[in-house]
């Protein structure tokens, strides 16, 4: 016999645990995992304002002499921001030009060895003529030979003299690149992020001075949870929604979508934990002057357009 108050096959009073448990099951999957959430074919997502950040540091070795810009200073592509100093380094050089205006002299020489060398083998060969017919004494004969050889062997000596010339150069240039790696430049607009090294250290090839953050070139990372992710591909458009300017969406893309999943907890085995799948991807805002206006750090909101 029931009694008055109870439905059929259920019982009168659910527990309270029940009932929340119930209502935040039914909204985690109405919104979905970190943020994403899917108005019939737009999908939302919440992502965070990212930028690259590149190591400058120089190609040679040497002592930090001047370090130009500091943590949050503004560079412009070009712009000088540390110099170094290899003790002598001017005086090599010098050394190598020197080595290289003898050299070029020597090439001069070598010009004037086969004008010689050419002049004394066409004397000998008429001399030899004229001593078959006895025109001339075997001592005249004998000193056009002599001439004539004198003449092939001085060729000889410098014939290696633009061989030399070109190396001398060639090491000019090389001693004149390690002075110029010796002052480290901004390669594109940015921010000064982290000061690794103070003047006077001694710098090693390829250790970093300064960090720079390219504020000019931001992108978005975001991610999309699994049951979306087959709708949205490498290329699709996005738009990019900030509280700053929320009636401003700055256009974008996706250029990019992670090849694996990542979950919370690390072992997915039940359905609920399934849904917690998400992949990461990577859009890039089109507009040029949005990285002057949102900073690393700033949440947006993307919107996608799901894919049929």
């Known amino acids: ?11 009168r009073r659910f527990p309270l ?3 929340l448990d119930v209502v935040l099951l039914d909204a985690f999957l109405a919104v ?5 959430r899917s108005q019939s074919d737009v999908l939302h997502v919440s992502g965070t304002v990212e930028i690259r950040d590149v190591q400058l540091a120089p190609l040679t070795s040497g002592r930090l002499e001047r370090l130009l810009k500091d943590e949050g200073d503004t560079v412009h592509r070009g712009d000088t921001v540390a110099v170094l100093r ?9 050394e190598r030009e020197a080595q290289a205006r003898a050299a070029a002299l020597r090439v001069a020489e070598v010009q004037a060895a086969q004008a010689d060398s050419t002049r004394a083998a066409n004397d000998f060969a008429r001399g030899d003529m004229l001593h078959r017919r006895s025109i001339i004494s ?18 000889a000596a410098v014939r290696a003299a633009p061989s030399e010339s070109a190396a001398a150069s ?12 010796l002052t480290v430049t901004a390669p594109d607009d940015g921010v000064v992020l982290t000061r ?10 390829g250790s970093p001075v300064l960090s720079l953050g390219l504020v000019r070139h931001p992108w978005i990372r975001a991610y999309v949870g699994a049951r979306y992710i087959a709708r949205v591909k490498v290329g699709q458009p996005a738009s990019v929604r900030t509280d700053a300017y929320p009636n401003r969406p700055f256009p974008g893309r996706v250029v990019e979508i992670a090849s694996s999943a990542e979950f919370t907890p690390r072992v997915a085995l039940t359905e609920r934990e399934r849904a917690d799948l998400v992949f990461g991807i990577k859009v890039e805002p089109d507009s040029g002057d949005f990285g ?11 919107e996608l357009r799901l894919l049929p």
């Open 138 to 155: 075997d001592q005249q004969y004998e000193s056009l030979r002599s001439q004539a050889a004198a003449a092939t062997a001085r060729l």
């Open 17 to 19: 645990t029940f009932v």
């Open 1 to 11: 016999m029931k009694r008055r108050g109870e439905a059929s096959g259920f019982p």
């Open 196 to 205: 690794y090294a103070e003047p006077g250290e001694v710098i090693a090839a």
């Open 170 to 181: 060639a090491a000019v240039r090389a001693t004149l690149a390690t002075r110029d790696e």
């Open 32 to 36: 979905g995992p970190l943020g994403c």
């Open 86 to 94: 290899q003790p002598g380094l001017d005086a090599l050089i010098g």
């Open 292 to 302: 002057g206006r949102l900073k690393a750090g700033t949440p947006v909101t993307l």
